[in-house]
């Protein structure tokens, strides 16, 4: 079967892969999308993401949907044949953090295509993927595998938005209008914010910003723009550069809130800290998702809009160009892998 792998910087490879088998507690699954995330194109382009470095070869994704094919000893779930999302994390259930509830920040969690540990936890960029039961989720009716893929990016941004607190009423700011941002203003538009105000760039990530839903886009670069709010309630930073947070802390009112939730470089980043002072701004982080992955399936299914956050589908042979274009923000948003032509046959 077919899979992508990382090698190392730049070091991209499609290589023929084992089929695995289910064993005891676990499913496999057919995979047949698998969403570029930016943590994928963090380790093509630089080796890694964040503190997370390359330490030997990686299958990549972790944003992946597909049919089950089958079970192995004492396990079960969605019947064969059935569309399923595969929720990406593995947490150890018995950490401080996983007894506390937030198993998102589980010490010892195990998620796909991560290099947060070592040996790494290889990815779901292959034809065939086994995950453990539990993580492999029916898709709601009227939800088709296309937009499914969608799940764990959407999960991402609704355990942003759950971290501001509640949004309902709100105007609420986004800085990045990436795959994420735009995703992070679907899901405050979900939960009843009463005005989105996105920043970017790019005109060209502005207008995805449009379609999941901003009531407001403004140039990142344009501090004159007339779109610029006075003061928000709420900011998320999406574009994991210090810039970013530094505009979330000096647009956000005195005692809003910000979560910084893109990924900042690894060291330290300058922002305005001062104002989390003087203003009593709550700083708070956002990291991956839990039960989020079950709402964002929800919220998918009944919501078509978000097609137009999808901007091509690749076949997996043609892995590198997919990436060049994920990373081209210019010309796209959420680019797919398409694993389909390269099914493998199943005994």
Same mark, same amino acid.
């Given at each position: ?13 499609? /290589?023929?892969?084992?089929? !695995?088998? *289910? $064993?005891?507690?676990? &499913? ?6 698998? #969403? %570029? =995330? ?34 192995? /000893?004492?396990?079960?779930? !969605?019947? *064969? $044949?059935?569309?399923? &999302? ?6 150890? #259930? %018995? =950490? ?252």
């Amino acid at each position: 079967m077919l899979g992508c792998v990382i090698h190392g910087q730049g070091d991209l490879r499609v /290589a023929e892969l084992p089929v !695995p088998r *289910p $064993g005891p507690g676990q &499913a496999l699954v057919a995979v047949r999308y698998g #969403g %570029v =995330c930016g943590s994928d194109l963090h380790y093509w382009r630089h080796g890694g993401v964040g503190d997370f470095r390359l330490r030997e070869p990686m299958v990549l994704g972790h944003e992946v949907v597909g049919t089950v094919v089958e079970y192995g /000893a004492d396990a079960s779930g !969605p019947a *064969p $044949g059935s569309a399923v &999302a595969v929720h990406p994390a593995t947490p150890c #259930g %018995v =950490c401080p953090e996983c007894a506390a509830g937030r198993r998102n920040v589980c010490r010892d969690t195990r998620y796909l295509g991560s290099a947060a540990r070592f040996p790494h936890v290889q990815g779901g960029f292959a034809a065939r993927l086994v995950v453990p039961a539990e993580q492999v989720r029916a898709l709601p009716d009227g939800l088709e595998l296309r937009r499914a893929a969608l799940a764990e990016p959407l999960s991402v941004a609704l355990h942003a938005v759950r971290r501001a607190g509640g949004v309902a009423g709100r105007h609420v700011l986004v800085t990045g209008a990436g795959p994420i941002g735009c995703l992070v203003v679907a899901a405050a538009e979900a939960a009843g914010a009463a005005h989105v105000t996105v920043s970017d760039l790019l005109p060209e990530a502005l207008a995805y910003g449009r379609i999941a839903g901003a009531g407001t886009v403004v140039r990142a670069d344009d501090p004159e723009d007339r779109g610029w709010p006075d003061e928000v309630d709420v900011a998320i930073e999406a574009s994991g550069v210090a810039a970013g947070l530094d505009t979330c802390l000096r647009r956000v009112r005195r005692g809003g809130i910000v979560v910084q939730l893109g990924m900042l470089p690894a060291g330290h980043s300058p922002f305005a800290g001062n104002l989390v002072v003087s203003r009593e701004i709550e700083l708070r982080g956002a990291f991956r998702f839990d039960g989020e992955f079950d709402e964002a399936l929800t919220l998918l299914a009944g919501e078509p809009a978000f097609d137009g956050l999808i901007s091509a589908v690749v076949p997996v042979a043609e892995a590198e160009s997919a990436f060049a274009l994920a990373a081209d923000r210019s010309r796209s948003c959420k680019v797919l892998l398409d694993f389909r032509p390269f099914a493998v046959t199943d005994p």
